[in-house]
């Protein structure tokens, strides 16, 4: 069974910076895509950044510049490090991985971005 446990929310001002962990269960690299998620209030789900086993990489356009998404094969882990945050970034952030026909989530860390 696949777990992933985020971690790294929190308030945060406008202007500062966050960064987003995700720790899977076992090895990344069995994983086709990892991406961060997120869903603000009366909102749909939207995809933040994605990034595939073979390296590529996507973003929302609203992030392009801001955030970054990373992996590290050795902790299993994938970041996204978030910097001039605005109050509209503010949102429940996912974790998600597919592996095979099958995807996965984690439980969501709130990102408050609030004076």
């Known amino acids: 069974q696949v777990q992933l446990v985020e971690s790294g929310g929190g308030l945060v001002l406008p202007g500062g910076s966050l960064r987003l962990a995700c720790a899977a269960s076992g090895s990344i690299l069995s994983f086709f895509a990892m991406g961060w998620y997120r869903q603000a209030p009366g909102k749909q789900r939207e995809l933040v950044a994605g990034i595939t086993t073979g390296g590529n990489i996507n973003y929302l356009d609203s992030v392009k510049g801001r955030f970054t998404i990373s992996r590290d094969n050795a902790k299993n882990t994938v970041y996204l490090q978030m910097n001039s945050l605005k109050p509209d970034d503010t949102a429940v952030y996912y974790c998600?991985?597919?592996?095979?026909?099958?995807?996965?989530w984690g439980q969501g860390t709130q990102v408050t971005v609030s004076s």
């Open positions: 998600h991985a597919v592996k095979g026909l099958e995807d996965y």
